[in-house]
């Protein structure tokens, strides 16, 4: 039953998920080829384990009912990804998601069920430190993500696996980020981003708080990958220009 809802989720996710759009990278100001570029419509994420932070909210002595929930950790990007094949990272820089979110968890005897809010401090950075550390120091912010509603995560606490589906605005630093049309994404009010992640274990969460009240602390590994939905200004001029039609039938018809 577990496997078969699992799998539900997975398929729900995967149908809800944004139409991925083509975009490019503009690396030369990372010690990359001056005047370099890298085309992707999808970041791969390597494995990592989050930092999670449950609290008793509504004093019941146990993680049953809405808890308060965060969760925080780096991920270093391991691939972009153009048309399923990989396209290589410059060695001179490492790719970062650095991610705060928080929200209401819910656990029913089975799995771990989270509903994510507003808040965040969630970004895409650069780090020129190549160490496999997230160092903010020597990292440069590229995108900055605030949370869109929708997005939940469920994790089989026995299985210690499970999905999540996090819904992003996406606000990208000028002069990095192009379309196909080649339009800097930074001018693009209504850009978002979809990231999906796939739990591979959890570890240390307790079904039962010492005391009511209490907060408990535990880790969860994973992977995931983020596609981006960016418009076409291509687009806006189509429908301009079926607008205009419509106008001219009106007049003619008057």
């Known amino acids: 039953m577990k496997k078969l809802l699992l799998a539900s989720l997975i398929t729900a996710t995967s149908f809800g998920a944004s139409a991925s759009s083509v975009i490019t990278f503009d690396d030369s100001s990372f010690n990359g080829i001056a005047g370099s570029s890298i085309s992707f419509d999808k970041i791969q994420f390597n494995n990592d384990m989050a ?14 009912g809405e808890e308060a929930f965060s969760e925080f950790g780096q991920t270093v990007a391991l691939t972009l990804t153009l048309g399923g ?8 820089y490492e790719i970062f998601l ?7 968890a819910e656990f029913n005897g089975t799995f771990i069920d989270v509903q994510f809010d507003a808040s965040h401090m969630t970004g895409l950075y650069i780090d020129t430190d190549v160490n496999s550390t997230f160092d903010i120091a020597s990292s440069t ?13 469920a994790v089989f606490v026995s299985a210690g696996s499970g999905v999540c ?12 980020f192009t379309n196909t049309s080649g339009e800097d994404l930074s001018t693009v009010s209504s850009a978002s981003a979809e ?17 009511v009240g209490d907060t408990q602390n535990f880790t969860i590994t994973h992977d995931g990958n983020m596609t981006f939905d960016v418009p076409e200004p291509a687009s806006v001029a189509i429908l301009g220009l079926g607008l205009l039609g419509f106008a001219g039938a009106r007049r003619r018809k008057a």
């Open 51 to 64: 930092n999670v932070t449950q609290t008793d909210t509504d004093l019941s002595g146990d993680a049953s």
């Open 85 to 92: 094949t990989n396209t290589s990272i410059d060695p001179a």
């Open 98 to 104: 650095n991610y705060s979110f928080s929200g209401l």
């Open 141 to 153: 912010q590229i995108v900055d993500f605030s949370i869109l509603p929708g997005g939940f995560c």
């Open 165 to 176: 589906d996090i819904q992003l605005g996406a606000n990208f630093t000028p002069s990095y």
């Open 195 to 211: 990231l999906v992640v796939t739990v591979e274990d959890i570890i240390g969460f307790q079904e039962d708080y010492a005391n």
